[in-house]
């Protein structure tokens, strides 16, 4: 493992805490359980994603590559497994980089985890040479950014000309309030997860306390532009809409009010048809389904 960072200078944050407990106490776990609890995903899962990116991404992946906000490195792993030379998986917990993100590239890539490098450190630190890098995925960790402007212009100066950034995120529509992000923030830990991040049952953590945020699409495209990065592609994934749903909404003369409804049209025409409109209003849906809620977003640096 390479560290970029010494481990006390953001160990006392607790987010950090409550992850690295979590990382220490998954050795008792095999790798698939580990991912599972981390992200709530599988290796299939997480190939699709891949595959899936791979279809609009402008070149195919080649060179190093980095991975922000690694978690256990099954992404990175999978990147890995293509024609890559190696790439960089770069996490803020140290007992994920030591020892969690090594164990899944032994698991997945057998004689080829060198490929996989863990680093400890921030994506806002990078300390890898200007424009030395061919692409970076980040896969739910940016919005973990308290700055989204310095993480992705951190990012923007690491990589070269022609060089991709593949965000899969969460985006809001603008339309969200504050009132509605404050609720988000303010939900707690459930029992379940405190028990699985090795924590008493009864502490009270909110999301916000963990490090989220909740942005808007404005916030986050302005950061990425204000970096300089062209837009490729920012859509969002929805749940599949069925002719019912579109025939009731249209009787209820679009009266249902959450983002999902006001775009529903919008979604139907690319999921059945894949005709795609720019959405002024939410987001503008992706064809494919079945990662409800995350935002897909392919930057190139020009
Ligand atoms: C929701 S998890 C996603 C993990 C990973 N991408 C995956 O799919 O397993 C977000 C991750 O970002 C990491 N993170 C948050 N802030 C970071 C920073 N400044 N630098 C590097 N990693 C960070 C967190 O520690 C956490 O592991």
């Not at 992850?19 to 299939?44: G, P, W």
Request: hydrophobic share 40%.
């Amino acid at each position: 493992m390479i560290s970029w960072i010494n481990k006390k200078e953001f160990n006392q944050r607790s987010e950090v805490m409550y992850r690295n407990n979590f990382a220490k106490k998954s050795l008792e776990l095999n790798v698939e359980e580990v991912i599972n609890k981390y992200t709530y995903l599988d290796y299939n899962k997480a190939y699709k994603i891949v595959e899936l990116i791979k279809k609009y991404i402008p070149k195919s992946l080649s060179g190093v590559g980095l991975e922000l906000g690694a978690g256990t490195g099954i992404f990175s792993s999978i990147l890995a497994s293509n024609n890559i030379n190696h790439i960089y998986a770069i996490e803020l917990v140290p007992a994920l980089a030591e020892l969690v993100i090594p164990r899944v590239a032994k698991k997945y890539l057998q004689n080829k985890k060198g490929k996989v490098i863990p680093v400890h450190g921030s994506f806002d630190n990078i300390k890898l040479p200007d424009e030395s890098i061919d692409f970076i995925f980040e896969y739910d960790s940016f919005h973990h950014s308290n700055d989204l402007k310095n993480t992705f212009f951190e990012s923007y100066k690491k990589l070269k000309s022609g060089g991709t950034l593949i965000m899969f995120d969460k985006c809001h529509s603008d339309s969200l309030s504050d009132e509605e992000i404050d609720d988000m923030l303010n939900i707690t830990f459930s029992k379940e997860l405190l028990k699985d991040q090795g924590l008493h049952e009864d502490l009270i953590i909110t999301r916000r306390q963990n490090g989220e945020h909740e942005y808007r699409k404005q916030e986050w495209l302005s950061a990425i532009k204000d970096c300089g990065f062209k837009v490729l592609l920012f859509r969002k994934f929805y749940n599949k809409v069925h002719l019912k749903q579109l025939y009731w909404y249209i009787l209820s003369k679009f009266k249902l009010k959450n983002e999902y409804h006001q775009n529903l049209i919008l979604i139907f025409l690319a999921q059945r048809f894949g005709i795609i409109f720019e959405n002024s209003i939410g987001i503008t849906p992706m064809k494919e389904t079945g990662f409800k809620g995350k935002t897909l977003g392919i930057l190139q640096k020009l």
